[in-house]
């Protein structure tokens, strides 16, 4: 059976990804509250503010949808099939912007290499260097790798760019992060998703892989905190760990307004001046200087209480559905672009919105979006 986009009846990426995966968060957690009872259950006010902002999120696609067609006549319809990159065989030649692009990516993988060898050793494996490999030359090498591979892949369908994606995958694995390989592995299938024509096993079978470098990577770093034991398997610790992150958010609802915006601009900031936003997370909510995170919804909370939540949700709903109605008509670095975000805000759902790297990309795909329709009067 082959899963084409020209038999695509299901959009499996559409920005309304975001609210399944929202209610899945929630349902892994609820056995850490309800069957093995290891943490309190939260209460209802918890799905009331979930509630609310997965609706303001629901309200801002609807109305992106409804502001492109109106103003610039682009319709949310079936992908441009005639815009997806013809396969390239080793005969064919690579051009010089593939050249390019190529070169950027083994530039972030060579930043990526670098910064293992100063570390001396592989963070994955020691708490102690997780800690310390979040360096400048890490934060360079992800910002160049993550849109580089992307934009490879959207623009040029040949297999040898495949080896670059899993060499740095690995890497970026390597460092011990959960976050940065999911990014790159959930964001390169996006992308893919949407400029290939894809056979439905090969998706299962990456979100599969997903899953598992989910797991390993979590449980990997884990064990290696030498300060902390854990009896849990790495699925019970995936459940725990989502309930934990909710019960956070709990405490945010409870501590609305704490941290008035020094949680944005530490954000913002805090690479910069080794400032961890998600400490000051920890501090407004469990009274601990302790990194933790609170789901997309708890930073906003804890900055500007439920009208900044409510703002950003629609925000980030705009500008994902933009992003994405764009993307199905231009391809290219649109959907690249669109990979990264969704993959990204994915992550947020656990992790929050609380790093510089995924602002970063975000302002990047507003630019862009903001180009594409300046030059989009009589629709794309």
Not at 53 to 70: E, Q, S, V
Not at 356 to 375: D, E, N, P, Q, T
Request: proline share 3%.
């Amino acid at each position: 059976m082959n899963f084409s986009l020209e038999n695509r009846n299901f959009d499996l990426f559409h920005p309304l990804i975001i609210v399944a995966m929202v209610i899945l968060f929630l349902i892994i957690a609820m056995p850490m509250w309800y069957m093995y009872q290891k943490l309190p259950a939260p209460n209802l006010d918890l799905y009331l503010y979930i509630g609310l902002g997965l609706l303001f999120f629901i309200l801002g696609i609807f109305l992106a949808n409804y502001f492109l067609n109106k103003n610039f006549n682009i319709l949310d319809s079936n992908p441009n099939l005639s815009l997806n990159p013809k396969k390239l065989s080793r005969a064919d030649s690579y051009s010089r912007n593939e050249l390019i692009i190529v070169g950027l990516v083994s530039l972030g993988i060579l930043f990526q290499i670098i910064n293992i060898v100063l570390l001396g050793g592989i963070p994955l494996f020691s708490a102690t260097l997780k800690a310390k490999a979040a360096t400048k030359i890490w934060l360079l090498s992800y910002i160049i790798f993550l849109p580089s591979i992307n934009i490879l892949l959207a623009k040029y369908n040949r297999k040898s760019h495949y080896i670059l994606l899993i060499i740095g995958l690995i890497l970026f694995a390597l460092t011990g992060y959960r976050t940065t390989p999911i990014a790159i592995m959930l964001s390169a299938l996006i992308t893919l998703y949407y400029t290939r024509d894809v056979d439905v096993k090969y998706i299962i079978l990456a979100i599969l892989a997903i899953a598992a470098v989910l797991l390993a990577v979590g449980f990997i770093a884990v064990q290696a905190i030498s300060w902390q034991h854990w009896s849990l398997n790495p699925i019970e610790l995936v459940s725990y760990r989502a309930a934990f992150t909710l019960n956070v958010l709990s405490k945010a609802i409870e501590n609305q307004c704490t941290t008035m915006g020094n949680l944005f601009y530490a954000t913002l900031t805090g690479f910069f001046t080794h400032t961890d936003a998600r400490v000051l997370v920890g501090q407004a909510t469990i009274g601990r200087v302790h990194s933790i995170t609170s789901t997309i919804f708890g930073p906003a909370l804890l900055d500007f209480g439920i009208i900044g939540m409510l703002v950003q949700m629609f925000i980030i709903g705009f500008i994902l559905k933009v992003l994405h109605i764009i993307q199905f008509n231009k391809k290219s670095i649109f959907t690249a672009f669109y990979g990264i975000l969704l993959a990204q805000t994915i992550i947020w759902i656990e992790t929050g919105p609380s790093d510089i790297v995924v602002w970063l990309f975000y302002l990047i795909a507003v630019l862009i979006i903001i180009k594409s329709l300046r030059g989009s009067d009589h629709g794309i």
